[in-house]
């Protein structure tokens, strides 16, 4: 047949089209985006779908077509032919469908998953029809049923995605069980974390009955009791939002694994709302730390005592707001354990607030290596941290990591609900010694209020709340009204006037909102200076916690003009608990 037909111009459209293909695979190499056919075999027993319906004969589209049975190598994605040894084959191919118009051929066959096909015969009239420019081929089509839909579009991590997915719902049956839920991943290789908490649902569901439950009736469980709340956080706390292309699964499945990561490292139990958020706000650190590296690789080298905080003034109280438990503000007390006297005031005075919420200590010990970590004098600080947390009946975990200490502190932050530390090396009164406050860039940067504990531990009896009326005083009011009326705390509320005038509307302010939550606490006003004036307040009245905001100014204005709240550190022997 070859001998009689014009086939001269076929060979040179077949060097032509491998001349494109090779193209295509260089440009894929930039674009990351892959060129090859899907395998037929592979993607079904992915599905592992038996079920098939015969279909017959119909136009279907050739774009549609994306994979092969069994020359899924010979042919790029687009059915550009990729072997020399084919050109004789192709040739003849081409120059009879030109001669004899393809619609006299026969048809090809295909199988048929979601709105995607795959040769199993005639794939050289495939990649012919294409090059002729042909929108459509008549394909005799079989049809392989699943759960999920595939798409032209779809890559082969798609696929692999989409075919883990089909086998989770094939085993769970929870698109039918719950027709709302959508549990789609887009990293492969994770379903195998949702199937083992559904088989740890199996177990606890079982218990001591005789009738074992069914894998289906635990997943149905999991996602009621388990996914669903977990994801309901999600929405509520709109991380989603930072993930652009993520799902909710994607965050539900890396605020497990965090959660176990951490674990292994500090040996802390936490829920998993905790490490959810913080993971989100890691990989929102990481993102913020990429573009200050730059910064940096420009010249523009930032001290950490003017780096600003990543999180927003208000974002823990938000959280709290959207909390599954809002009946304890503090919880979890991260308190920096130094072992010296001074460490061991603060633990005391973590103690007292742990008695007070019934929350645990999260004891954190900072060491300069890794090979301190295992030391003699790191294991009798950790005997002596059980022993007091034994004898004031607290639970309490003390973890060990190495590196900078307000680096730690502050990266641990987010797993608290406070951060108990004693006042050392508290902010001077010249810009050198505010400059290597190592506290002043704690309370800075941390993501949680700081109790500074500067003297003797105290039974926290009576609050000071120091209030002007800004949105870091507002995250105090909402901490002292808290305290105030759970711990049945007395309250006194000063404000102060360090010119000739007292805004009234500061203190109505405050008034109005701790009379909405049934408290009237004693109110105060003083002229002068802010730190002179809490000082000599809290004498007067016997307060043994002060409250207030966190520095008001910008990090460079803090230390170059300095702060009430600077100057508060240096002279108050009550604990002082900053909000941020």
Known sequence: MSQELPVDNAVQDFHQARRQAAMEELVARFTGKSTKLLSFNEVSQRLKSPDTVEKG????????????????????????????SDQDRWASVQAYVKQKGIGNMPPIAVYQIGEIYFVSDGNHRVSIARRMGLTHIRASVIELQTKVALSPDDRPDDLILKTEYADFLARSNLD??????????????KYWILEAQIEAQVFLAGGDSEQPVSFEDAAVLWYDSVYSGVAQLIRDRALLRDFPDRTEADLYVWAFEHRAKLKQVLEWDMGIGTALQDFTAQQKAELKGAAQRIQQLKGRMTP??????????????????????QSRLFYNILVAITGDAAGWQAFEQSVEMAKRERGRLRGLHIVASEAERSSAAVQALKAEFDDRCRAAGINGKLSIEAGQAVEKICERSSLADVVVAPLLNPPGANLASRLSSEFRALVQRSARPVLAVPDQPTGLHRALLAYDGSSKAKEALYVATYLSGRWGMPLVVLTV??????????????KAYLEAHDLQPLFVQRNGSVATAIVETSAEQDIDLIIMGGYSRSPVQGLLLGDSVDELLRRSKQPILICR
Do not use: C, M
């Open 57 to 84: 004969v119909q136009e279907i589209p050739l774009e549609a077509i994306v994979g092969s049975s069994g020359r899924y190598d010979d042919f790029t994605r687009s059915f550009l032919p990729l072997r020399k």
């Open 497 to 510: 006037a360090e010119g000739k005038f007292v805004d009234r509307s500061i203190e109505n302010e405050a």
């Open 304 to 325: 950490k005592q003017l780096a600003s905080n990543p999180v927003k003034t208000g974002a823990w109280q938000k959280e709290k707001a959207i909390a599954h438990d």
């Open 176 to 189: 039918e069980s719950r027709p709302e839920a959508d549990l789609r991943l887009t990293v492969p290789g």
